[in-house]
C-alpha cells in the first residue's frame, strides 16, 4: 500500500518567495497532520484536518502560514512570504482515526535563502 | 502543557549489549504514548502505542513499558540495524483534540 507522499522533497528559494509543501494523505484516513521538525524545537505539530476541515492550527507561527485541504486525498502548506528561519523539515502525517497511530510522509527539506 | 523529555539524548551501543531508552511525560489525562523510529532522511515510522500504565509491547528486540508518569524502551541484543533516533509522544484525553506532543528523541547507535 502506498503510504504518505510528499513533494517535494527538497526545495530550496531566496528569502520573499512563496512555497507551496504538497501531501497525498493514506487513501482512507481521516485525519492530516503538517508538523515542523528542527534541531533546536524538535517535532512540532502546525496544523491538523479531519475530514477536510481545519481542527487545531494553534500551532501555525504566523499569518505567513496557510494551509488547505481541498479534498480526501490532498492537501498544501503554503508559506508566503518565506523567510530564512522557516527553513526546516516539514513533515505530512495521516491516521485512520484520531487516536490511531500517525504515519508519516518522508518530509521536505526547506532551505530559505 | 503537555511535556515530553526524552533521556539519553544520545546512546552508542556495541552489538549486543542491551539497554533502556527512556520517556518522562506530563499530560492531564493520558489517551496514549507513542513510539517512533526515524532514520536520516526519512520520515518516524511508527512502533508502538501504549494507553494505560502496566501494558507492555513487543516487536522483534524491542519491548515498551508503560507506568504513570515514563515509558521505557527496552533493546535486547541490540543490531547495528537498530541504529536510528527513537521518538516518543504523548496524545492527550481531551475530547476530539488529537495532538500529539513529541520529545526531541534518543540517537542510537549500534557498533558491530
Redesign the interface.
Known amino acids: 500500500d502506498a503510504g504518505v507522499i510528499q513533494s517535494p522533497r527538497h526545495e530550496v528559494t531566496e528569502m520573499g518567495q512563496e512555497v507551496t509543501l504538497r501531501c497525498k494523505p493514506i487513501s482512507g484516513h481521516d485525519y492530516l497532520f503538517w508538523y515542523r521538525q528542527t534541531m533546536m524545537r524538535g517535532l512540532e505539530l502546525l496544523i491538523y484536518f479531519n475530514n477536510n476541515v481545519p481542527i487545531d492550527d494553534s500551532g501555525m507561527p504566523e499569518d505567513r502560514f496557510s494551509a488547505k485541504m481541498p479534498n480526501a486525498s490532498f492537501s498544501t502548506l503554503k508559506i508566503q512570504p518565506s523567510e530564512p528561519r522557516d527553513s526546516a523539515v516539514y513533515f505530512c502525517a495521516s491516521s485512520s482515526a484520531g487516536g490511531q497511530p500517525q504515519h508519516f510522509g518522508d518530509g521536505t527539506r526547506l532551505s530559505i535563502l | 502543557e503537555d511535556q515530553v523529555t526524552q533521556s539519553p539524548e544520545a546512546l552508542r551501543l556495541q552489538e549486543g549489549e542491551s539497554s533502556s531508552l527512556n520517556c518522562s511525560y506530563t499530560v492531564s489525562g493520558l489517551?496514549?504514548l507513542?513510539w517512533?523510529r526515524q532514520d536520516p532522511?526519512?520520515?518516524?515510522?511508527?512502533l508502538f502505542?501504549l494507553y494505560s500504565a502496566g501494558e507492555e509491547k513487543e516487536k522483534e528486540r524491542l519491548k515498551a513499558t508503560l507506568t504513570k508518569k515514563e515509558s521505557f524502551l527496552h533493546i535486547t541484543a541490540p543490531k547495528p540495524e537498530d541504529s536510528a533516533t527513537y521518538?516518543c509522544?504523548v496524545?492527550a484525553n481531551r475530547g476530539?483534540?488529537?495532538?500529539?506532543?513529541?520529545?526531541?528523541?534518543t540517537l542510537l547507535t549500534v557498533n558491530p
Open positions: 489517551r496514549g507513542f517512533y532522511g526519512k520520515g518516524p515510522e511508527f502505542t521518538l509522544a496524545q476530539s483534540n488529537y495532538k500529539l506532543t513529541f520529545g526531541k528523541g
